[in-house]
């Protein structure tokens, strides 16, 4: 086994509050550029550019996990990812029955596009990516373990959108794959605030919303190689795969 790097937390071109620059294309360049061995694709409500991201990924030796960053009717952001395109596309289905209608304003909250591997649009979602869906977070952490997948609240941390602001508390019985925490945070100072973090796997991501910040922070996994049944293994810290302390 050996460690690898991975940066879980990229916004593509499909999130309103990413650059324009964050093709899928340019995010494995910038990925692989800064010594990424694994990034996740997590735009807002939304999965559309993910795929595109895996396939470009594997031609180029970077893995790729694909999947979204909802915001539950709390308004907590946490982390959703697939192991195949199937969850994938039922995750899609879960958010379009959940997410409300609020047409984007581009030139208010920023453009939402869908881009193909040279950069060409797609498809542009007209529904604003960033409202709250209208599950709960309970409810959305049912939905993602049902098809197998990794739930993880993000950037814990922030003093918006993330599990301590929203609720105020670590809710009884969360049961989280890992607990993200931004940047920026000082993970001794923090778990000293919030000691009912410990049992859970902690990683760090960017939150990148521009090329520049892709791999600003990063978690390293002892794994014998990037796949997902190998990242799911390091978060639970069994067969001898866990998650470098951050």
């Known amino acids: 086994m050996k460690l690898f790097r ?3 937390h990229i916004h593509t071109v499909l999130s309103p509050c990413g650059d324009l620059e964050m093709s899928p ?3 494995v360049k910038n990925a692989l550029r800064k010594g990424l061995d694994i990034i996740g694709i997590t735009d807002h409500n939304a999965t559309g550019n993910a795929k595109i991201t895996k396939e470009i990924g594997e031609r180029n030796g970077l893995f790729v ?4 960053e909802l915001s539950t009717s709390e308004e907590v952001h946490c982390l959703a990812f697939f192991e195949n395109t199937d969850a994938l596309d039922r995750l899609q289905d879960y958010i379009d029955m959940n997410l409300p209608f609020v047409k984007n304003i581009s030139s208010l909250f920023g453009y939402q ?4 591997e040279n950069e060409i649009i797609t498809r542009e979602e007209d529904r604003l ?3 709250a869906l209208l599950a709960k977070l309970s409810d959305v952490q049912l939905f993602i373990h049902s098809l197998g997948g990794l739930f993880i609240p993000a950037h814990a941390d922030r003093l918006r959108n993330s599990i301590y602001s929203q609720l105020g508390m670590l809710p009884g ?3 989280a794959d890992a607990v993200e925490l931004s940047r ?5 100072n923090f778990l000293s605030s919030h000691p009912e973090l410990k049992p859970f796997t ?3 991501s960017s939150d990148s919303h521009c090329p520049g910040d892709i791999g600003t922070a990063s978690t390293e996994f002892m794994i014998e190689k990037p796949c997902f049944d190998e990242i799911r293994m390091a978060l639970r810290g069994i067969n001898g795969r866990y998650v470098e302390r951050i």
């Open 129 to 131: 990516l960033t409202s």
């Open 173 to 175: 019985g969360l049961d």
């Open 113 to 116: 596009l869908e881009v193909d």
């Open 6 to 8: 991975a940066d879980l």
């Open 202 to 204: 902690l990683i760090r």
């Open 25 to 27: 294309s340019e995010i």
């Open 184 to 188: 920026n945070c000082k993970t001794t």
């Open 65 to 68: 996990l694909c999947g979204a």
